[in-house]
């Protein structure tokens, strides 16, 4: 599941947002941002488990470095981001990730994943069926 406008996407279970639509949203240079994340992890070692390094390619197909914030990596990195415009994002980042998190949360529940297995099985069922009516169809 993403949340279009703002990215924040599922990685490993949590929700995180990209280091990249961060600099973009809020108007920053990325290599700015990314200095920002690797200043605050290089001062603290418990940081580090608030961003996970990731690469993305372009369309000449070079390989850049990323970081993929969790929601307190991106609470901590966005702080000191100041203005009306920054307040404004921050409001919107926060709810992007209580939806993300909900949606991580509820997708782990009894209920989703007995209703997941039953779709599953009538999928499955449906599929067998249509594969016993080809050979009706040709």
Known sequence: ????????TEHKERAVVSSRTIADKF???HRNVLRNIENLT????????LFFKAYYRTERGRDYKEYLCT???FSLLVMGFTGRDALEWKLKY??????????????QSTEWLITRKQGKLIRRNETDTLAQLVPYAE
Not at 42 to 49: F, G
């Open 1 to 8: 599941m993403t949340n279009n406008e703002l990215m924040v």
């Open 27 to 29: 108007g920053k240079e």
């Open 42 to 49: 290089a001062q603290n070692l418990a940081v580090k488990q």
């Open 71 to 73: 929601r307190d990596g």
């Open 94 to 107: 926060i709810r992007a990730f209580n939806q993300m998190e909900a949606f991580i949360k509820e997708r």
